[in-house]
């Protein structure tokens, strides 16, 4: 797959390690920066990052901020567009067979890089279970998106 990755200062140091496990796995990355630990803003570099999910230049997208949340407000601002906040394994094996969410966020201050490797590791290798239940869950998220749509 073809992997937008963007980050913060605060996200910048897993960022890099996510960036090795990622071309490690043979996925090809399109890193938005920022690309040091010198003060900056979020939206800066997840936005752009987000576009390039909404518009198909690349399939999914992992961001990383201090705690992850920050990521995940201005990804799920963006049609179609739905990102997750994982900080661990089962929520990440939950966010893809569930939710079908392209976008993880991982907080770079909330966990150790081990585990939030497993936990990248984890949701890039889940697939979509597509049952009926969780497609019918996820289609409703994708009409309220619809329905407040204004531009992409
Ligand atoms: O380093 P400062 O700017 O204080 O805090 C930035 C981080 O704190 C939270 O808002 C976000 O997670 C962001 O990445």
């Given at each position: 797959?073809?992997?937008?990755?963007?980050?913060?200062?605060?996200?910048?140091?897993?960022?890099?390690?996510?960036?090795?496990?990622?071309e490690?796995e043979?996925h090809?990355?399109?890193?938005f920066?920022?690309?040091?630990?010198?003060?900056?803003?979020?939206p800066d570099?997840?936005?752009?990052?987000?576009l390039?999910?909404?518009?198909?230049?690349?399939?999914?997208?992992?961001?990383?901020d201090?705690?992850?949340?920050?990521?995940?407000?201005?990804?799920n601002?963006?049609?179609?567009l739905?990102?997750?906040?994982?900080?661990?394994?089962?929520?990440?094996?939950?966010a893809?067979?569930?939710s079908?969410?392209n976008?993880?966020?991982?907080?770079?201050?909330?966990?150790?890089?081990?585990?939030?490797?497993?936990?990248?590791?984890?949701?890039?290798?889940?697939?979509?279970?597509?049952?009926?239940?969780?497609?019918r869950?996820?289609?409703?998220?994708n009409?309220?998106?619809?329905?407040?749509?204004k531009?992409?």
């Amino acid at each position: 797959m073809k992997i937008a990755l963007a980050n913060d200062h605060a996200g910048f140091a897993l960022k890099e390690e996510i960036k090795q496990l990622v071309e490690e796995e043979g996925h090809e990355v399109v890193d938005f920066g920022t690309h040091d630990e010198e003060s900056c803003d979020l939206p800066d570099f997840i936005y752009p990052a987000s576009l390039a999910v909404a518009k198909g230049e690349v399939e999914r997208g992992i961001f990383v901020d201090g705690v992850g949340y920050g990521s995940a407000m201005i990804a799920n601002k963006i049609y179609g567009l739905n990102a997750a906040v994982c900080q661990d394994p089962f929520c990440a094996e939950l966010a893809r067979s569930h939710s079908n969410t392209n976008v993880l966020c991982i907080g770079g201050k909330i966990i150790g890089s081990a585990i939030a490797l497993k936990t990248v590791d984890v949701w890039l290798n889940t697939a979509f279970h597509e049952e009926e239940k969780y497609k019918r869950r996820v289609e409703k998220v994708n009409r309220i998106a619809e329905k407040h749509l204004k531009e992409i």
